[in-house]
């Protein structure tokens, strides 16, 4: 049985997303894609439902929480505080929240 492929527009879409992010996931390895000629990309379903989880599952949430720290530390870079340090009580806080989710 042959899996649906779709467009990174498609996912973007779905995910409620811009492109841009969904690209983004591809080049960072976090979402599988096979590419298609000189730009264009598919994504396999499967493989959009593996990287979001099960139906209900807050990991979409927290994928893209993360991926809004990680664009916010690229951005904030150079500046006086410690980056790195923000970064890693953000992601404290988020794996707070899903302990506390699945309880």
Known sequence: MAT???TVHEVAAR???SPQTVRRWIRRGTLPATKIGRKE???RADDLE???GEPGDSA????VAVD????LRER???RTFDVDEWLR???RQLERRGARRSR
Do not use: H, N
């Not at 979409?60 to 994928?63: E, G, K, V």
């Not at 809004?68 to 664009?71: D, E, G, K, Q």
């Open 4 to 6: 649906e492929l779709l």
């Open 89 to 91: 009580e953000s992601r």
């Open 41 to 43: 990309w598919r994504i």
């Open 60 to 63: 979409a949430s927290r994928a």
């Open 68 to 71: 809004r720290v990680l664009a």
């Open 76 to 78: 904030l870079r150079g």
């Open 50 to 52: 593996q990287r979001l």
């Open 15 to 17: 995910l409620k997303r």
